[in-house]
């Protein structure tokens, strides 16, 4: 079977055969397609004898049928059918974090362009703090992995000729503290991560961003970011101007930016949360009546959209009455969703679809039709960005036709990747190990901790309350198979790779979970045959999986990302297997006699958090490595003004 595209709209034989040719298609005979451009909001394939005719309103969405055609004739054979879908959002697409260390690389960025093509997701947005090149200042982004004007050109071509529009979003007023970290930049510094409101230089510095951008894509569209600016006007701007309510030193920023975005031809968005804020009691995001008059406080200018980003609630009525409180400021909102991938090294499957379903089903409901889905790189990008297709595949789906199930999203999973959905769902089970973390609990971390902790300080190990959670390790270890043979093309080999990662990832989780305990319990009770045992074979053992960890983690950082950045996950693992090394002699010496104690295991076990108790105690928390390798500080983070 092979396909030739007969008839269709100019500039779309490039990524026709880019999408055929991934799968092993020549694209030089066989089935003749037709792809037909309509004022439509339906996708609509018709098959037989050969010949395919698709028609739908935009390039995305023709790409989407094309590749429905592809999985059912592979599927079912070359029987003759018709299918159409209802797209359900005009824009439909993802935000990948590459600020977080991992700046993903260009063909990475092609390969997710061809998946986004494939499922008709039209929008794709590379999150770059810092990294992306501007003339002028040396510093922004330096040994970053930044983006080069030619690179983000590159990539802008590349879904142009598949139907995916790049926009680029940047920071312009906060979520700056790697820049600003240089004392070549400080002169632009508020406070560590916030630029100064009002001063000429920084306005010299936005316009040079945005120019920047606005030279490298082809959208008119840009994210300008100005999130969670918590201490804004609280450093250099409050010994310059004197204390100013936020909601002033906004307005007037606001206005400074929107000034530039025309200068360049742009329609910009921001993250929505700081026109939230002001109406809080507590400054929170989420707290915010929903009978509030937001007509009565700030509003942004004419023109700028807002973005709504919620990644946490449960609850479909939630979600509705807060679009409809960004309707009372703005008739343009954007939804922006999550698919948890920043919170450790796995990407918490089963949060992401309970706060995805009803989010995406009040989408629908209040006739939302822009929608994106973030994966975020908290604490350096531990999770593989990639291994959150299943949730970026569920967002998808909501694009068109009815509300999917789960055997649509495993059709469209198999159909990418060869592997196996159902043990791809084992990732799932990383984070739940109580009944109550079934229940769709939001925020829980466990594997993070178990894994991070250090074996002596046992910071997490008060929250376990002395239940060993190895064995259900061992049991997700053993429903990943050590090598998994996956289907055609990069996102074939991608899931196989990251399937054997998670395997290796839950052995090392196995063996470590309870490592902990297990000495501090030897300890106590003066057994010092187990603790030569562990010192001599186990923990050894263990280092060595850590390490099997380490290589696979880097071998596909590398497939997903730039190599700066990597080093920081680099020294994390060399960091715990050196200090396994450590551990080992400390407890030979103890047990020879050379010391008389360990004092790391004379401390109490207290839970790190003592709110979550009973059944709810390991849902625990998010703590980043910092707070888990020790609870000392690991360097000097004073920044001065």
């Not at 009973?614 to 703590?623: D, S, V």
Request: with cysteine; hydrophobic share 40%; aromatic share 12%.
């Amino acid at each position: 079977m092979d396909f030739r595209l007969v008839q269709a709209p100019e500039g779309y034989g490039f990524g026709f055969t880019e999408l055929l040719k991934e799968r092993g298609y020549h694209c030089e005979g066989g089935i003749e397609v037709t792809l037909q451009e309509a004022a439509t909001e339906t996708i609509r394939i018709a098959y037989a004898d050969g010949k395919a005719e698709i028609t739908a309103s935009e390039k995305a969405f023709l790409f989407r049928g094309l590749m429905t055609l592809v999985m059912k004739l592979e599927k079912n054979g070359e029987a003759a059918f018709t299918e159409e879908e209802t797209v359900q959002f005009d824009h439909n697409g993802s935000m990948v974090d590459s600020s977080r260390n991992c700046v993903m690389s260009v063909e990475a960025v092609k390969a997710w362009i061809r998946m986004q093509a494939s499922v008709g997701m039209n929008t794709l947005m590379l999150y770059t703090e810092d990294t992306y090149e501007v003339p002028g200042y040396p510093y922004f982004g330096a040994l970053r992995g930044r983006y080069t004007a030619e690179e983000l050109k590159e990539m802008d071509a590349y879904g142009v000729a598949l139907g995916v529009e790049l926009i680029p979003c940047i920071q312009s007023l906060g979520h700056l503290q790697q820049p600003l970290l240089w004392a070549g930049m400080s002169e632009l510094r508020d406070t560590s991560d916030i630029v100064c409101v009002g001063d000429e230089k920084v306005y010299a510095f936005i316009r040079a961003c945005i120019h920047q951008v606005a030279q490298c894509f082809s959208t008119r569209k840009v994210h300008l970011g100005m999130d969670e600016a918590w201490s804004l006007g609280l450093g250099r701007y409050l010994l310059k101007n004197g204390y100013t309510p936020k909601r002033e030193i906004i307005r007037k920023h606001m206005a400074r930016v929107m000034d530039i975005c025309r200068e360049e031809g742009l329609e910009p968005m921001i993250w929505s949360d700081m026109y939230f804020r002001v109406h809080s009691k507590n400054e929170q995001y989420y707290d915010v009546p929903f009978d509030t008059d937001m007509k009565s406080g700030e509003r942004p200018p004419e023109g700028m959209a807002l973005v709504y980003w919620d990644y946490y609630h449960l609850d479909e009525d939630y979600y509705c009455n807060y679009m409809r409180m960004h309707r009372d400021l703005t008739d343009r909102v954007v939804f922006a969703g999550g698919g948890w991938t920043w919170k450790g090294f796995t990407p918490d499957l089963k949060v992401a679809e309970a706060v995805t379903v009803p989010a995406l089903n009040a989408c629908r409901k209040e006739q939302i039709r822009d929608v994106i889905y973030t994966l975020w790189g908290d604490d350096s990008t531990e999770t593989p960005l990639f291994s959150a297709l299943g949730p970026v595949l569920l967002c998808a789906e909501y694009g068109f036709g009815e509300t999917p199930d789960t055997e649509r999203i495993k059709e469209r999973f198999e159909f990418l990747t060869g592997c196996d959905y159902e043990v791809y769902q084992q990732l799932g089970r990383f984070e739940v190990l109580t009944e109550g973390m079934n229940n769709k609990k939001v925020g829980s971390d466990p594997a993070k901790c178990l894994f991070q902790q250090d074996l002596l300080l046992g910071i997490f190990d008060g929250q376990t309350e002395g239940v060993h959670y190895g064995p259900y390790y061992a049991e997700i270890a053993n429903a990943l198979p050590e090598q998994v043979k996956g289907g055609v093309g990069f996102w074939g080999s991608e899931m196989a790779k990251l399937l054997e990662y998670y395997h290796v990832f839950a052995v090392a989780l196995a063996k470590k979970a309870d490592m902990g305990l297990r000495i501090l319990e030897a300890y106590q009770k003066k057994d010092l045959d187990t603790l030569k045992r562990l010192a001599e074979k186990e923990i050894p053992e263990l280092a060595v999986w850590v390490e099997k960890c380490r290589r696979l983690r880097e071998l596909i950082w590398m497939r997903e990302g730039k190599v700066f950045g990597w080093e920081v996950l680099d020294i994390r693992f060399r960091a715990m297997s050196g200090r396994m090394e450590s551990v080992c002699e400390r407890i030979l010496a103890y047990v020879n006699g050379t010391i008389p104690s360990l004092p790391e295991l004379e401390e109490e076990r207290i839970p790190a958090f003592p709110a979550a108790t009973g059944e709810h105690r390991m849902e625990g928390g998010w703590m980043p490595w910092v707070n888990l390798a020790s609870p000392s500080p690991m360097a000097c983070g004073w920044l001065p003004q």
